[in-house]
Each structure stands twice: as structure tokens, then as C-alpha cells.
């Protein structure tokens, strides 16, 4: 179960994950923050990942979606609240250093 | 060398069933009392091979999934996924970092995920029969510690 909360403010917009992140359920969320994304355009894309229990590489798979379309928009993403776990998949698929995941969001 | 204990189930390659799937290894490989660690690598590793079968091995239908655990002495798990589905030409290719015929969305990290999470990882295969991916760790005992 993955549940998705989103908030935009002032051209950024803040994605809070609560769940686990897998194939199944990131394929529901993408179709949710993909239609935000596009419909508000925001120049910045936060996503919390403080609440989430559970990622595997489908969640690396969302990360770098995001991150794809919202530099073909002009926006850029920023990850927050990753937990030891999620940093061990985010330094496999070599994103730790280009994406800020380690701490407050740069603003 | 014989298991200390083992448990077979199988499943219909539905997505919903991914957290089914490592949630039930995870319960089962409870009696080992591994560390939080140890278990998320594990149910991580499982979710991995699970969505595999589910992404590649059946594209378009919904086969089955069969999995294997068992314990062994000190604390020594192996996790074995097969599935009857499409199989894989080139297992070695396929597991390349990257590498992905699942589309944009899908990362090409999860062989590599298995790896770097597991202790061992074997990936057989036949076109047309199916793959089987077979892996193991040693849960740390807490008198090791």
C-alpha cells in the first residue's frame, strides 16, 4: 500500500510517499504525480520519501522518471527523508550525488 | 546439505502479489532472528526477483510463480523464485547494470540489486521454459556479534 499526498506552493510542488514502493505500486503513483507535473508545471519537485517503509529498484525507477520529464520541462527534482536503505539503492543506480537525498531540500 | 526447514509456495504473476511474496519469506525467515538490515535486503532482493517474472518472464499473461526458502545451519538462507515463462537468450547480458527491455520506467537494477544484497546469486535459464534465480545469505547470528 502506497499512499500519495501533494501540496504546491509558490511553483514547487511536494510529493510525500507513505508505503512501500514496488512495481505494483509505483505504477499507480506515477499516473497521479505525472498529472500534476503536467498540469501545475512546477520549477521544483520534492519528493519525501520519510514515510516510506519499503523501496526496491522499481522506486530508483520513479526517482529517474520524474527527474527525466521534469528536465525536459525545465523543472528539476529533489529527493528528501531517505532512510539507510533507500541510500543503498540510490548509490547502486549511481543518483546519490546527483540528486540532493541527503537532507533538507535546497530551495 | 540438507535444509533445516523449507516452505514452497505459489502464486499467479500479479503485481498485487509482490508484497505478498516478500512479506511471506520475510515471515518465514523470521525463526533466523535476523537483524532489520538483513531482512530489508532480503524482502528487497525477493521483490526484485518477483517483479522480474512478473515484468519479463510472463509479458502478456499471468503464469505462475513459484518460490522455495530454506534454512539451513547457521542461519544460512536460500531463496529460490522460478517461474515457466518466456526465459532469458543472454543471462549475462540481462545482467548488466541497466539494462532493461521493461521500458522507461523500469531501471535495469535489479539483477544487480539481487547481488548486491544477497551473498549468491545463480540465474538459470531456458527460452520458452523459464528462469530460475537461486540465492543465498548468512543471517548473523547474535552471539556473532
Keep these: ?107 | 546439505m540438507r535444509a533445516l526447514n523449507t516452505a514452497k509456495f505459489n502464486f499467479p504473476a500479479k503485481s498485487s502479489n509482490e508484497g505478498f511474496a516478500r512479506g511471506a519469506v520475510a515471515a518465514f525467515i523470521a525463526q533466523c532472528d535476523p537483524s532489520l538490515d538483513e531482512l530489508a535486503d532480503i524482502k528487497t532482493a525477493v521483490s526484485e526477483a518477483v517483479t522480474n517474472c512478473i515484468v519479463h518472464a510472463y509479458p502478456e499473461t499471468i503464469g505462475q510463480i513459484y518460490i522455495t526458502v530454506s534454512l539451513y545451519e547457521n542461519c544460512t538462507v536460500r531463496i529460490k523464485v522460478t517461474d515457466r515463462g518466456i526465459g532469458i537468450a543472454d543471462v549475462e547480458n540481462a545482467m548488466l547494470p541497466m539494462v532493461s527491455s521493461g521500458g522507461e520506467e523500469r531501471s535495469g537494477l535489479g539483477f544487480t540489486v539481487m547481488q548486491t544484497f544477497m551473498d549468491t546469486l545463480k540465474v538459470r535459464s531456458t527460452p520458452g521454459k523459464g528462469t530460475t534465480v537461486t540465492m543465498g545469505k548468512k543471517i548473523t547470528q547474535r552471539s556473532e556479534t
Design chain 1, 1 to 107: 500500500m502506497l499512499d500519495c499526498a501533494m501540496e504546491q506552493r509558490e511553483g514547487v510542488l511536494c510529493v510525500s510517499l507513505c508505503g512501500e514502493i514496488d512495481h505494483h505500486a509505483a505504477t499507480l503513483v506515477r499516473a497521479k504525480i505525472d498529472a500534476r507535473i503536467l498540469a501545475y508545471e512546477p520549477k521544483l519537485v520534492v519528493l519525501d520519501l520519510s514515510a516510506v517503509s519499503f523501496m526496491d529498484s522499481s522506486g530508483i525507477g520513479l526517482i529517474l522518471g520524474r527527474h527525466r520529464m521534469l528536465k525536459s520541462l525545465g523543472g528539476t527534482l529533489s529527493i528528501r527523508g531517505v532512510s539507510p536503505q533507500t541510500a543503498k539503492l540510490l548509490r547502486i543506480a549511481g543518483i546519490e550525488g546527483i540528486m540532493e537525498s541527503k537532507g533538507e531540500v535546497k530551495q
